[in-house]
């Protein structure tokens, strides 16, 4: 249960990175964190054999070459993947966008903070609650949150 | 007649470590020498068992204690709340304290430590959780479902909900009909209450 959580990012913006990058080295979870910096880098990285599936995935919807839509609606089609939670990460949250997501099978919907403290909590928040999905038997088919 | 032998630790160890794991779950992955992670929600009866097997061999679990009475916290939560039809009218923090032999601060301390969350919060977590399940498989209102679940009021268990998922009870219901019509009715399983 004290083991390292893995979670990976796909994230075009290069600030937006290193705020994510720092919340997570101040948390008190254990975690290693991957980033790639959009959606065309994201698909080549989970498709190589050989790599640790993250925990969870943090997902940026506005990316040049692949749209995070375009990754989540991917992911979920292909066997191996689509049980890996999905958060989408995003600078927009209207509630369109927000169903939207979800309909197409995200478990998480973050609206990016503007402060570092915030990102901090939520992060938090959401791998302390994913970790109860990935540990205690919870159904992951109507794991929702938006937060 | 003398055999002299030659054998690969690594290798035995490996094996015995399968066999006996296999009997119990087919979800762990053995994480380096000397470490497993069970991934799934075994059972602490399961577990009991496992280490027993696992004894004869010479092995000893180390370490353990507190996964296990973790597990025995979660098990007990989550029986109360999805096992029983109606909950039973003591708390929930006087419940365990009785039934795990602990006082009730430090089971709460112990399962802090190592979950990064706390028992309300776990508690919360899964009485919504069951909410959720009622809603989208059953025809009852929220009403009953308040009512079935011991809230206070309907507002109480509506609030909760969106405190925990982001999403009206509502809002929940209607993405969880569209994503079963994205997805093919066999998509939304029965969650499994162990």
Redesign the interface.
Known sequence: ???VIHILLADDDEDDRLFFKDAFKEI??KTVVHIVNDGVELMNHLLKEDITLPHILFLDLNMPRKSGIECLTEI?KIPHLKEIPISIYSTSASDEDI?ET????ANV?IKKPSDFSTLKKIL?QV???N??Y??????R??F???? | MKLFLKFDLNTAYKKILQEQLDKHTSDYALVSFGEVDINDSVSSEQLKELYAQLSSYGFEVVESNKSILIQKIKDTIVEMIFMEDDLPATKISSYLANKLNHSYGYLANVFSEVTYTTIENFIILQRIERAKQLLITNQLTLTEIAWKLSYSSVAHLSTQFKNTTGLTPTVFQRIINKRRKVFGEGKTEEPDAE
Not at chain 1, 102 to 105: Q, R
Not at chain 1, 134 to 139: I, K, V, Y
Not at chain 1, 144 to 147: D, G, M, P
């Open positions: 249960m004290n083991e008190k979870v979920k169903e979800f309909v197409k099978g919907y938090t791998i302390t609650v970790w109860q990935h540990t205690s038997g919870l159904n088919d109507t929702l949150l938006s937060i």
